[in-house]
């Protein structure tokens, strides 16, 4: 198991009613199963938002490998006025 580090944003920390969390994963788990995981937290609000998501301030793709103690913001679209 590891443990991950999320930055909540925008649309996500409010769905979330969190800015940060802790969340125990499998080893080798991917963005794109962290992803799932987060959704299912709250599907209502989540599913089919897109979220760009860096890890340690990196933007990476849904395949990419998560470590323990990595530290993943999670980031919806941007909106503005």
């Given at each position: 198991m590891i443990t991950i580090h999320t930055r909540n944003f925008s649309l996500v920390r409010d769905a979330l009613d969190?800015?940060?969390m802790d969340?125990?994963?499998d080893n080798r788990e991917t963005v794109g199963g962290l992803l799932q995981k987060v959704r299912v937290m709250n599907r209502q609000k989540?599913?089919?938002?897109?979220?760009r998501v860096a890890?340690?301030?990196?933007?990476?793709?849904?395949?990419?490998?998560?470590?323990?103690?990595?530290?993943?913001?999670l980031i919806p679209p941007v909106s503005g006025g």
């Open positions: 969190t800015s940060k969340i125990q994963l989540l599913n089919g938002l897109p979220i890890v340690n301030k990196t933007y990476v793709e849904e395949s990419f490998v998560l470590k323990d103690q990595d530290e993943v913001a």
